[in-house]
């Protein structure tokens, strides 16, 4: 029997959780017009509160990806969309005084620009309280070698999650038979930090989202910069055949009660993999220097 906990929540993509005072904050890619956010108390029975974010100032479509930190006294969301005048995906931050928003944008603009499309943004305070964004460079244009190819990079941020200290810094790119078998078009996106006994692991997903093998898996590092060592039991989270299809875009989190979960999402109808994805919980643990999500 599977470990998975799978919601009743459906139509989105990329969940993030965010626990606040005795309740479950669910964002994800889940409208063409901004973002949605679902309460629950036991991550069982969700509540759909509406849009928390919309009538974007620094996007007009593809807005993927949220996720919200409460850092300060004040809610954060990361997210990516297209911005017009430069027709790429960039990285955007909109704050609010409350965890259903609205999130408003802090600039006209997007927030960080490296000149290329990034995505999936994910924030990360290490123990000395420096703050890191890690993000990926998306495939859509970045080509190497005739081959669309996302790869994962990671910048320090200012106290204020505003601005950038020093220069992006490439971590990992597809690589092997695994990340590889499509020759046009490859993946390392959604990274997700997690740190344990001064080891840091970079989590990320492989393969393209509307397929089966959509994927998780991890990297171990000694900092935050890296450099990042790919694990050799690859993937920790994959499909399970009749059960479910494209399980990725993970992100960690505690439960009010200390448990410590993934969430993720799959293929709603398992036997027709598309856009349409649900969100599911998992265990997940360190165990002698490795990461294991716990669904089998």
């Not at 704050?95 to 928003?101: A, E, F, K, W, Y």
């Not at 941020?157 to 950038?164: A, G, I, R």
Request: proline share 5%.
């Amino acid at each position: 029997m599977s470990k998975i906990t799978k919601t009743s929540i459906t139509e989105i993509g990329d969940p993030f959780i965010l626990p606040y005072k005795g309740t479950y904050y669910h964002y994800s890619t889940s409208s063409k017009y901004g973002f949605k956010v679902f309460t629950s108390k036991n991550l069982l029975d969700w509540t759909d509160r509406g849009f928390c974010y919309e009538n974007s100032k620094v996007g007009y479509m593809d807005f993927w990806a949220p996720e919200v930190y409460y850092i300060k006294n004040m809610f954060y969301m990361f997210f990516s969309s297209k911005n017009k005048l430069r027709n790429k995906l960039l990285i955007s931050v909109a704050v609010s005084n409350s965890p259903l928003g609205p999130f408003i944008d802090v600039n006209d603009k997007p927030t960080f620009d490296f000149g290329y499309s990034i995505i999936d943004a994910t924030i990360f305070v290490d123990s000395d309280n420096r703050i890191y964004m890690y993000y990926a460079k998306d495939c859509s244009d970045n080509i190497i070698n005739d081959v669309h190819t996302s790869q994962i990079y990671v910048i320090e941020l200012t106290k204020d999650l505003l601005h950038t200290k020093g220069k992006p810094k490439l971590l990992i790119t597809p690589e092997g038979i695994l990340e590889q078998g499509d020759q046009k078009w490859q993946w390392n996106e959604a990274p997700s930090m997690i740190k344990e006994n001064n080891m840091y692991f970079l989590s990320y997903s492989i393969n393209f989202f509307a397929d089966k093998h959509y994927s998780v898996c991890y990297a171990i590092g000694d900092s935050p910069f890296g450099p990042f060592v790919k694990a050799k039991e690859n993937p920790i989270l994959s499909h399970i055949p009749g059960e479910i299809s494209g399980p990725g875009h993970n992100s960690y989190f505690k439960t009010f009660d200390g448990n410590q979960l993934t969430c993720f999402h799959i293929h709603t109808d398992i036997n027709n993999p598309s856009g349409n994805r649900r969100t599911c919980f998992a265990k997940y643990y360190i165990d002698n220097s490795k990461l294991v999500i716990d669904y089998k």
